[in-house]
């Protein structure tokens, strides 16, 4: 239904965003600081972009990009063990 209460199409856009596909997907089980999680990888354009998570409630820990995969799950590990390790006073 649209604002107007019809049910109907939208009219096409002119101009519209152009999606890019993720490319060579990989999701990997690993353990980290004690802790598991999914590292998650894939291409975008030229990039290529990892994310990891905490596998129960999913939440976010690191996430970060690089011009190989290598490159960029490096950086996430690095970033996510800095996130995981415990805070001293």
């Known amino acids: 239904m649209d604002r107007v209460g019809k049910y109907g199409r ?17 999701v990997e089980k690993k353990e980290l600081a004690g802790l598991q999680v999914n590292v998650t990888s894939y291409k975008i354009g030229d990039f290529y972009h990892c994310h990891i998570d905490n596998i129960d409630p999913g939440a976010t820990i690191a996430r970060t990009e690089g011009l190989t995969r290598e490159e960029a799950e490096l950086a996430a590990l690095a970033r996510a063990l800095e996130r995981l390790k415990p805070k001293t006073r």
């Open 10 to 26: 939208r009219p096409r856009r002119e101009g519209g965003v152009t999606m890019l596909k993720a490319d060579e997907y990989r």
